[in-house]
Structure formats: C-alpha cells, structure tokens
C-alpha cells in the first residue's frame, strides 16, 4: 500500500488534507492486494511446513530463526509503529526510529504510515462508525458475534476505507526520512523473508535448509505474528476483563500477553493511551514495555510517558463511582 507523496501538489494537498478518508480505486486495488499477499502466503506457508515435519524434524535452528525473527518484527510494531509512531509515548534518536521502522515492516502489516493513519483512525472512532476493524457493528448474538470476530480479524482488510495520512499523520509525511523508509515497505517485508532463508542455508550448507529458513523464520513466523495482532483488534475487543471504563469494549487478556508482546493489556491502553506502557501490575506481561524501559536506561529512550498510580487510582475511584451512580 502506497501513501501519496507530500509536497508535490501544494494545493491539492491542501484540498484532501480536511478528508478523513480517501477514495482511489488505485489504492483499494494495492489494499486488496496486499491483504490477498499477507493472508494467503503465510498460510500456504505454515501449511507445507507443517506437513514437512514428517520428512524434515524441527531443529533449534528453526527455533531460533521462528524465534528471533518473531521478536524482531513483533518489537516493531508494538514499540515503533504503536507505542513511538502512533501515541508518541516516548523519543528516540532517528537511527533508533529507523531501526523500528523496518523491524516493523518486516511483520507485514503495511507501511508505517499508513499503519499510523490506520490505528489512529480507529482510536478516534474505536466501536463506533468508521472504525475500520471493530467487531461490533451489528446487534449481539452468538452468529453476530462470530461474524464480527471473522470481519475484525482478517476481513476488514479487504474493503476498509483507507485513512488520510495528511489528516492523521501529516508530521510523518514532513519527515523525510521516516517518509522514505515507509515508501520502501517491501523491501523490508521482503528482507524479512530472505534473511532466515539466507542463515538457513549458511548453517546447513544446503538448498533444504534455506528452504526450512524461508519457511520457519519467514512465513510461519509471518502467520504467527499477523495473527497475534489481528486478535488485539477482534478477541481484545470481545472477550476479557474491562477493569477500566472506556468508550468502546476493550478488554485485558492474559492469555495473549505473550504472542501480542504485551498488546493484550488493551484496556489499559485504550484507558491510558498516550503511556508507553500498557502492563499496569508486575505479573502484566509487557514485552513492549520492557524494551522502552532498557532504551530509557541506556539513554537511548527519553521523555517517556507513564501512567502514575495516582492516575489509575482516580480513574479506578471514577469507575466505581459510575457504577455505584448506575
């Protein structure tokens, strides 16, 4: 998915920046595409390495390619692409915002600006009218239900509206640099593919063993990954706890604390969304949260945003009293 280029129509960009949404049949043609290639690729993926298992037994050079590159890619999008890019929860030095931007790339959920625009549309009108992936857009029931977690899991990606990065994330396009990087999306989709391959066949000097890279660090890694994010916007909005009020349904999920790097804790991120942190208590699982804190020690990190106890405190203190009034 391409985002238009700034600065080249001055005054048709002042035209479109009031527009929330554009209408392109090129864009919803690369929209499609791109949902059809990171949807079906992983898939076919994991299936024919799983069905190799038989033939060729999982090593721990699987592993570890499944591994770090799930890590990697993972740490992109929940520390550059969400927590930097999207909330500027905290700073970081450019070569660091870089760094996230490819690592984020590599998980296949679109260019980073495009990303921004994207989440912060659906922040804005999260459960309601134009939220591009909310689970609830018809009356409950157990048929609705599954219907809503099939459209907010994969098939929103399909048809959605595509945001206006010069409405939702026009200091991104004044940066040329981030620019730049984001417009090179699928290199770096693809340089996460080839970089398991490449050290697969390394270590077992072997066509087999490239093959078992590009397989297990590349697409089972892709099929994991996407799935892992795609149950923040479906599971995270349907099933949970909800220890705060906000105005939409999200929920806390322990149990995929760990595949979404702490993404799960998504009710307290809808209720603190500007904190870089989005485990509140010490068993809250936050892999996120635990790289901005090394960052901050380093100094590689800084004016990072916390939520204070004090805060969560008054707004638990509100939340009772609501239901207590109620």
Same mark, same amino acid.
């Given at each position: 998915?391409?985002?238009?280029?700034?600065?080249?129509?001055?005054?048709?960009?002042?035209?479109?920046?009031?527009?929330?949404?554009?209408?392109?049949?090129?864009?919803?043609?690369?929209?499609?595409?791109?949902?059809?290639?990171?949807?079906?690729?992983?898939?076919?993926?994991?299936?024919?390495?799983?069905?190799?298992?038989?033939?060729?037994?999982?090593?721990?050079?699987?592993?570890?390619?499944?591994?770090?590159?799930?890590?990697?890619?993972?740490?992109?999008?929940?520390?550059?692409?969400?927590?930097?890019?999207?909330?500027?929860?905290?700073?970081?030095?450019?070569?660091?915002?870089?760094?996230?931007?490819?690592?984020?790339?590599?998980?296949?959920?679109?260019?980073?600006?495009?990303?921004?625009?994207?989440?912060?549309?659906?922040?804005?009108?999260?459960?309601?009218?134009?939220?591009?992936?909310?689970?609830?857009?018809?009356? *409950?029931? =157990?048929?609705?239900? @599954?219907? %809503?977690?099939?459209?907010?899991? $994969?098939? /929103?990606?399909?048809?959605?509206?595509?945001?206006?990065?010069?409405?939702?994330?026009?200091?991104?396009?004044?940066?040329?640099?981030?620019?730049?990087?984001?417009?090179?999306?699928?290199?770096?989709?693809?340089?996460?593919?080839?970089?398991?391959?490449?050290?697969?066949?390394?270590?077992?000097?072997?066509?087999?063993?490239?093959?078992?890279?590009?397989?297990?660090?590349?697409?089972?890694?892709?099929?994991?990954?996407?799935?892992?994010?795609?149950?923040?916007?479906?599971?995270?909005?349907?099933?949970?706890?909800?220890?705060?009020?906000?105005?939409?349904?999200?929920?806390?999920?322990?149990?995929?604390?760990?595949?979404?790097?702490?993404?799960?804790?998504?009710?307290?991120?809808? *209720?603190? =969304?500007?904190?870089? @942190?989005? %485990?509140?208590?010490?068993?809250? $699982?936050? /892999?996120?949260?635990?790289?901005?804190?090394?960052?901050?020690?380093?100094?590689?990190?800084?004016?990072?945003?916390?939520?204070?106890?004090?805060?969560?405190?008054?707004?638990?203190?509100?939340?009772?009293?609501?239901?207590?009034?109620?």
């Amino acid at each position: 998915m391409s985002n238009n280029s700034p600065g080249n129509h001055s005054s048709e960009a002042t035209t479109h920046s009031s527009k929330k949404v554009i209408q392109k049949s090129a864009l919803k043609k690369s929209q499609q595409f791109h949902a059809f290639l990171i949807t079906l690729l992983p898939l076919l993926g994991t299936i024919i390495a799983v069905s190799l298992l038989g033939k060729y037994r999982i090593s721990i050079t699987e592993i570890s390619l499944f591994l770090t590159m799930w890590i990697a890619s993972g740490t992109g999008i929940t520390v550059g692409f969400h927590r930097l890019f999207t909330h500027r929860s905290f700073k970081t030095s450019k070569v660091i915002q870089v760094i996230l931007v490819i690592l984020g790339s590599m998980a296949g959920q679109g260019p980073l600006i495009y990303w921004v625009a994207l989440h912060r549309r659906h922040h804005e009108c999260s459960d309601q009218l134009g939220d591009p992936h909310s689970p609830h857009q018809q009356e *409950a029931s =157990n048929l609705k239900i @599954f219907r %809503g977690l099939a459209y907010a899991h $994969i098939l /929103w990606m399909f048809d959605h509206e595509i945001p206006n990065p010069l409405y939702y994330a026009p200091e991104l396009l004044r940066d040329k640099i981030l620019f730049k990087v984001s417009q090179l999306y699928f290199v770096w989709f693809c340089l996460g593919l080839v970089f398991p391959t490449v050290i697969g066949g390394f270590i077992y000097q072997s066509f087999s063993g490239a093959f078992l890279g590009f397989l297990w660090g590349g697409l089972v890694r892709l099929f994991f990954v996407e799935h892992a994010i795609w149950s923040v916007n479906s599971i995270m909005h349907i099933y949970g706890e909800r220890p705060f009020q906000t105005n939409e349904r999200s929920t806390n999920n322990l149990w995929l604390a760990i595949p979404t790097l702490g993404e799960s804790w998504h009710n307290n991120h809808h *209720a603190f =969304n500007s904190s870089a @942190f989005f %485990g509140m208590k010490w068993w809250q $699982i936050d /892999w996120g949260g635990y790289v901005i804190r090394t960052l901050e020690f380093l100094n590689l990190a800084w004016d990072v945003k916390k939520s204070t106890k004090q805060m969560i405190e008054n707004r638990s203190a509100w939340v009772q009293s609501k239901s207590v009034i109620n």
